[in-house]
């Protein structure tokens, strides 16, 4: 068990746990919750967290945890970490509840109730061994708790009553004086303990989808605040080893939002966005789920704290630039599945092409726009997308798969809103253009959308394909009926065409265990080891060494690696950097070969989209202004 720094019993949480308290109006959201979550007071891996509701009048009422939380598609079942769950009338006594599921608690004689009081354990942990029960929770959602880091999302610490979903919540988060800690969350003052040892910060949420909405991280954080024009970035970064910090990581962020502000154009931004960058070490009790999660103004990212500094650049890029753009897509443009959420009992969309395939078209088409890559690097990513996508099932309606998302035959084709989903935003961004001759597109059209609907106003989930239908053209119509609705595969080469882009060979840069998309290391049988195949040699480092086919692979920079410690020293690869000295010893027939060099940037040529010198200047026009923000 990890060690904290100080043990404390509930009872110091306790607040206005008198009789004198007010009778909550139920049906209103006038009366707080007043909710403490003690820091300090941490037992065997645990927070301790007290729920103060107010006075009811029902004589049962029902408490759960999520079940599912917006932004994942997938079941989370937070109500597996809680422990020692209690309800307490205004003696101290026991009231009677009964756990009807997961999730859920139900408090009887519930007039009498005080409080509620448990512990909450955190997710992180429980990756390791797959998870306490069946599901585990996306790292980017999970929690953490351990010595120096807090990771507070939370809806993994907090649940609401069925009856006051709509009720003000009072937050009080009390930790050691010492650490850092940031949170977007209404902060209203703090107060500071006699010992000066600790430190309670007050927040206020004006409903419980605030508190799940606003995630907090606390500890040995590293923070930097800066304007982008006229929105305040606030990073916090947590570095176990401090390998990486906010510092290193700024200019790559400002570059970035300062082109999504410039691309996004006159939709209105949040004043402030908090990006959550939890960086693992790799060790047991880590986090495995590497991603992000979306909120209205923040993002909580999760990366592997190895990777090289121009490889954690590309993915706080790619990564926190796909969830900014999220206020487009589901935040400001919804249906009614999202905008009346049900945490235990979630509905779901069939517009995940929208709300995760659009927001990752802009999140990629942004850069190229914005000149922060150049074109031959945004058409390797679409080829890439393809590529991805055909391990998928190419033939399934996005629509259907989307409104089915939990179930089986749908959920493994969840990953592919990342890969097809973009394509689709491609299609209709070509699709636009050329039918207005360069003066809309899907970004146009997810603005017009915006000032239709809003945040306040959802959209009917059924209605929408024929809405886009009347507000653009009969093309993307016919577009969406096929390819979106239907389970026609996509011809991409049509839409390529238009911009006049063709298939050829190209040279695209990659990392130093693949090729081409594909694994140029193979772990064979448990007698041969694990050897290069013949992909190595597509790879242009890998072929200037003279390595073979067949290959057996005995050390890794003086390590040997086995099948037990492939993923561990194969994993290390993935961070290898330009310029870093490397060792390795090979097997070859059975005399060993020694490896000692410095790496240079490693190439592989594969099928690609090039750009036809036959087109017609309508095409290369269209191409310009798909791609060119000053053309």
Not at 227 to 242: A, H, R
Not at 243 to 261: C, R
Not at 483 to 509: A, C, H, Q
Not at 579 to 606: C, H, N, V, Y
Request: hydrophobic residues 35%; charged residues 25%; contains cysteine.
């Amino acid at each position: 068990m990890k060690k904290y720094i100080s043990i404390t019993t509930l009872s110091v949480l306790l607040v206005a746990c008198g009789p004198t308290k007010p009778k909550v109006d139920n049906s209103a959201a006038n009366n707080p919750i007043v909710t403490v979550l003690d820091l300090t007071g941490v037992d065997n891996d645990r927070v301790p967290v007290v729920i103060n509701p107010g006075r009811f009048s029902e004589e049962t009422v029902t408490y759960r945890l999520p079940k599912v939380v917006q932004g994942t598609y997938s079941v989370s079942n937070f109500g597996k970490y809680i422990d020692d769950f209690k309800a307490l009338d205004y003696d101290g006594n026991t009231l009677s509840t009964e756990k009807i599921d997961i999730n859920t608690w139900t408090i009887v004689n519930a007039t009498k109730l005080d409080r509620i009081e448990y512990y909450v354990n955190d997710t992180y942990d429980t990756e390791k061994e797959g998870g306490i029960g069946k599901e585990v929770p996306f790292s980017p959602s999970g929690t953490n708790i351990e010595v120096n880091n807090f990771v507070l999302n939370l809806h993994g610490f907090i649940g609401y009553f069925d009856s006051l979903k709509n009720n003000q919540y009072v937050l009080d988060v009390s930790a050691p004086a010492d650490f850092i800690r940031t949170s977007a969350l209404q902060d209203n003052g703090s107060v500071t303990s006699d010992d000066g040892k600790t430190i309670t910060s007050k927040y206020f949420a004006q409903r419980y989808f605030d508190i799940t909405d606003n995630p907090m991280m606390y500890g040995n954080l590293d923070v930097q605040e800066f304007m982008v024009g006229d929105i305040k970035i606030v990073l916090s970064v947590y570095s176990p080893n401090n390998v990486h910090t906010a510092e290193s990581l700024k200019q790559t962020i400002f570059d970035m939002m300062k082109g999504q502000k410039a691309y996004l154009g006159d939709i209105n931004s949040t004043p402030r966005y908090d990006i959550y960058l939890y960086l693992s070490d790799g060790s047991e009790d880590a986090p495995k789920g590497f991603g992000a999660l979306e909120h209205h103004t923040s993002t909580v990212v999760v990366l592997p704290e190895a990777m090289g500094k121009e490889q954690l650049d590309k993915s706080m890029t790619d990564v926190v630039a796909h969830e900014f753009f999220h206020i487009v897509t589901p935040l400001s443009v919804h249906s009614e599945d999202i905008h009346y959420f049900d945490y235990n009992k979630p509905t779901f969309s069939k517009h995940l092409w929208m709300y995760e395939g659009v927001t990752e078209y802009f999140a990629q088409h942004f850069q190229v726009y914005e000149g922060l890559i150049d074109p031959t690097e945004f058409y390797n990513v679409l080829m890439g997308k393809i590529d991805f996508s055909k391990r998928y099932n190419d033939a399934q309606s996005f629509t259907i798969m989307s409104e089915n998302v939990l179930k089986e035959g749908y959920k493994e084709n969840y990953a592919n809103v990342y890969q097809k989903g973009a394509l689709i935003g491609m299609c209709m961004d070509i699709l636009m253009r050329k039918e207005s001759n360069g003066k809309r597109s899907i970004l146009s059209l997810m603005k017009e959308l915006s000032a239709k609907y809003g945040k306040e106003k959802p959209f009917e989930d059924d209605n929408l394909i024929a809405e886009i239908t009347e507000m653009t053209y009969p093309s993307v119509g016919e577009f969406l009926k096929t390819y979106v609705v239907g389970d026609v595969p996509i011809n991409y080469d049509e839409f390529f065409s238009m911009v006049g882009l063709v298939n050829g060979k190209t040279e695209v840069e990659t990392n130093y265990i693949f090729a081409g998309g594909q694994n140029i290391i193979f772990s064979g049988a448990p007698g041969k080891g694990i050897f290069f195949t013949d992909v190595a040699l597509k790879n242009s480092f890998w072929k200037a060494q003279d390595i073979k086919a067949n290959d057996v692979i005995k050390t890794v920079n003086g390590k040997e690696l086995t099948l037990q410690n492939a993923q561990e020293v194969i994993g290390g690869m993935f961070t290898w950097q330009e310029g870093q000295d490397i060792e390795m010893t090979l097997e070859r027939d059975g005399k060993p070969i020694e490896i000692k060099t410095k790496l240079t940037k490693a190439f592989a040529t594969s099928k690609g989209l090039i750009e036809d010198e036959t087109a017609t200047k309508a095409k290369f026009d269209l191409r310009n202004v798909w791609l060119l923000h000053n053309y």
